[in-house]
C-alpha cells in the first residue's frame, strides 16, 4: 500500500520483534471493516445487536482489570527528565525500550498485526498530522475507524515522508503490573502494551491528539488542548464558535451538545456541535485563532447519558456504534446504563459478562463504560466539521467544580490573566469513592494529565502564543456547579448554560458592559436572561458573588501547586497571582 521506506522499515522492525502470524493492512473500506467485525464476532472479541433496534451496533467487555486510562502507567520518555516536568511521570527513552521490547517480544505469536494509516484532521489539511497504529485487536481497529480517518489516502498524503507518529499497541497478557503506556516525543513514538481499554490504546486520542501534539505544537507554534468546539447561530445566520476546557465530571460532552432552552430555541438560535474533546488550534491569515477537531468520531461516558441530560449524544449512539463494558439486556438484544432511563432489564448481564440483577444494588454497567460513534450520527453537527480551514475562535472557557469559590461566570483582564486563570484550573472532589468529599484538585487547562512535556513550559507557551495572536479570543471562567448551603445545586444547568455562554459571546462582541472585582469582570445581574427559568434576580446576584475570603484561602493552594510544577512556572503567573492576592487583600 505504500513504498514508503521509513514506514516500511518501521513495520519490519516491529514485526520482527512482536512475531506475528500475518500482516494486514487496514484500507479504510467498508468491505473490510466487515470482514473485520465478521471475524471479531465469530472470536467473542465483539457480540452483534439488535440490527433493527441498533443497526450497526456491538458490545464489547474489557478484561476487569482493564477499565480506564492508567495515569500512574503512563510515561513521557524524553532525553532529559526535566523536560518531561513534576508533573508527567518519566522514565528515561533507552531504559524504556529495552524494559518494554521484552515485553512486546513475541507478543504477537498466533495473532495478526494490523497496519492502520489515520489522519487526525482532515487528509491534506494544514491542520493534518498522520500516525500509524500496530496492533493485534479487531477492536482497537474497529474504533480507530471510528474515532480517525483511516485509509490510503493517508498514506497517499504522506508520501516519502518520515514524519508520522509511530504508534505500537499489543495486547500481550493484559497483565496490570507490566501496563505501560509510553511517548517518546523526541520520536515521534508511542508504545502501549498490556492493555485492551480504548483511551490506552486507541493511540490517535488522547495518546497523539494530546501527548504528542501538544510537543509539536509547541515546537511548530500552533496549539493542541483539551478542548470542546461549538458554535452557536444567531436568527440570522451568523454562527460564533467557542472553546471549552473542563476536568472530567464538568459536562463537558453535554455542553458541547447542548440543546438551547425555549427562549432561545423560539427565536431562531442554534447550537452546533464540531467537537466535544479534542481542538488543535491555529492562528489564520487574518490574525484570529482557528480550531480543528482532530478526531472524527466521539468516545464518550454511556452512565448519565439520556434524553435528559444529553439527547442528542444518544441519538449519535442508536447507528454504527461500538458499545463498552455497559449492560446487555438479554430479552431484546441491547443495551443499558446506569441513568439511561429508571427501567434497568429483568433478563440481563452486567458489563463483566455476569448474570445481573438489578435489584442487587450492584452497578450494571462500569462507570466508566463507553459508547464509540461516528461524528456523523450526531443530530447537532456543525456543518464546519469537514472545512479543512476550521472555525474562527471568539472565546475560550475554561470552567470547574467549585461548590462556593468561582463565580457562575467571570472574563479575565487579558491573554496573560487568562492564561492564569487557566492554569489555576481545580475541581473539588464530589464522591468518597475518589477520597475526601470537597477536595481540590488542579487541573490547569484540563490538561493535567495530557501535557506531553514540563508544565511550566506549557504555560510558557501560551503566554507565547498570547504575543503573536493579532485577534486573540477573550478568556472566560464558568462553574455551574455552585451549590446553597444544603448542597444543591443553583444554577439548572444543562441547556440552560447557554444563557451563560450569550453573555460571554456579547462581552466578545463588546455589547454589554461588566464590573470589575479582583478575580477579573463579572456580568451585571440584568445581563444574565433568566426568562423562563425558576430563578430570580437575588439568585443569579449570589451566583455572581465573588467571596474574597474563599479566594484569600485559595490562594496557598495555588502557590502549592506553582511549587509542585517546579522552577520553569513563568514569572508573569507569579505576578498574576501576586497581583490577584493584593487586590483579595486590598
Known amino acids: 500500500m505504500t513504498n514508503n521506506k521509513y514506514v516500511l522499515d518501521w513495520i519490519n522492525e516491529m514485526a520482527a520483534m512482536t512475531q506475528p502470524d500475518k500482516i494486514v493492512w487496514i484500507d479504510g473500506t467498508e468491505a473490510q471493516a466487515e470482514e473485520l467485525r465478521a471475524e471479531a464476532c465469530s472470536t467473542g472479541e465483539i457480540s452483534k445487536l439488535n440490527q433493527e433496534l441498533l443497526p450497526g451496533c456491538y458490545l464489547h467487555r474489557t478484561a476487569i482489570n482493564d477499565v480506564a486510562r492508567v495515569e500512574d502507567r503512563t510515561f513521557i520518555c524524553t532525553s532529559k527528565k526535566e523536560d518531561a516536568g513534576n508533573i508527567n511521570n518519566w522514565m528515561d527513552p533507552s531504559e524504556c525500550y529495552a524494559k518494554l521490547s521484552k515485553l512486546y517480544a513475541g507478543s504477537m505469536k498466533g495473532r495478526t498485526m494490523y497496519v492502520i494509516p489515520y489522519s487526525m484532521g482532515i487528509v491534506g489539511s494544514d491542520f493534518a498530522k498522520y500516525g500509524i497504529e500496530l496492533t493485534d485487536s479487531i477492536y482497537v481497529v474497529l474504533n480507530m475507524l471510528i474515532m480517525t480517518r483511516v485509509g490510503t489516502n493517508v498514506l497517499e498524503a504522506l508520501g516519502d515522508d518520515a514524519g508520522f507518529i509511530k504508534g505500537l499497541h499489543a495486547r500481550a497478557d493484559i497483565d ?121 468520531g466521539f468516545f464518550g461516558v454511556a452512565p448519565g447519558t439520556n434524553v435528559k441530560s444529553n439527547p442528542n449524544a444518544l441519538a449519535t449512539t442508536m447507528k454504527n456504534t461500538i458499545f463498552t463494558n455497559v449492560v446487555e439486556n438479554l430479552d431484546n438484544n441491547t443495551v443499558w446504563w446506569e441513568g439511561l432511563d429508571k427501567n434497568p432489564p429483568k433478563n440481563a448481564r452486567n458489563w463483566k459478562g455476569e448474570v445481573w440483577d438489578c435489584t442487587d444494588g450492584s452497578k450494571g454497567a462500569h462507570p466508566n463504560s463507553r459508547f464509540t460513534a461516528m461524528a456523523t450520527n450526531c443530530p447537532c453537527l456543525s456543518d464546519k466539521f469537514n472545512d479543512p480551514a476550521g472555525v474562527p475562535i471568539s472565546a475560550i472557557v475554561f470552567g470547574g467544580r467549585r461548590a462556593k469559590t468561582a463565580p457562575l461566570v467571570y472574563q479575565s483582564t487579558s491573554w496573560q490573566n487568562g492564561t492564569f486563570v487557566g492554569s489555576i484550573m481545580a475541581s473539588e472532589t464530589t464522591a468518597a469513592a475518589a477520597g475526601a468529599v470537597g477536595v481540590v484538585r488542579r487541573d490547569p487547562m484540563a490538561m493535567r494529565p495530557f501535557v506531553g512535556y514540563d508544565m511550566g513550559d506549557y504555560f510558557k507557551h501560551w503566554l507565547d502564543m498570547g504575543k503573536k495572536i493579532p485577534n486573540a479570543p477573550k478568556i472566560f471562567h464558568v462553574n455551574w456547579f455552585r451549590t446553597d448551603d444544603e448542597g444543591h445545586f443553583i444554577w439548572p444547568g444543562f441547556g440552560d448554560n447557554m444563557r451563560v455562554l450569550m453573555w460571554i459571546l456579547a462581552r466578545c462582541e463588546g455589547a454589554v458592559d461588566a464590573r470589575e472585582t479582583a478575580i477579573g469582570y463579572v456580568p451585571y445581574v440584568k445581563d444574565i436572561e433568566i426568562a423562563g427559568l425558576d430563578i430570580d434576580e437575588k439568585t443569579i446576584e449570589g451566583l455572581l458573588q465573588v467571596d474574597t475570603a474563599l479566594w484569600k484561602e485559595d490562594i496557598p493552594g495555588i502557590r502549592a501547586f506553582y511549587e509542585q510544577v517546579g522552577d520553569r512556572v513563568p514569572a508573569e503567573l507569579y505576578e498574576e497571582l501576586n497581583a490577584l492576592e493584593a487586590r483579595l487583600n486590598g
Open 176 to 296: 496490570e503490573a507490566n501496563r505501560y503506556i509510553c511517548h517518546f516525543p523526541e520520536d515521534n513514538t508511542i508504545w502501549s502494551v498490556n492493555s485492551g481499554y480504548g483511551g490506552n490504546v486507541l493511540l490517535g486520542k488522547k495518546c497523539f491528539a494530546l501527548r504528542i501534539a501538544s510537543y509539536l505544537g509547541r515546537k511548530e507554534g500552533w496549539m493542541a488542548e483539551h478542548m470542546l468546539i461549538l458554535g452557536i447561530e444567531a436568527p440570522n445566520g451568523d454562527v460564533k464558535y467557542i472553546c471549552a476546557a473542563f476536568p472530567s465530571a464538568c459536562g463537558k460532552t453535554n455542553l458541547a451538545m447542548l440543546i438551547p432552552p425555549e427562549f432561545y430555541k423560539s427565536k431562531g438560535y442554534k447550537v452546533w456541535c464540531v467537537g466535544d474533546d479534542i481542538s488543535w488550534l491555529r492562528i489564520g491569515s487574518d490574525g484570529r485563532l482557528w480550531a480543528v477537531n482532530p478526531e472524527n
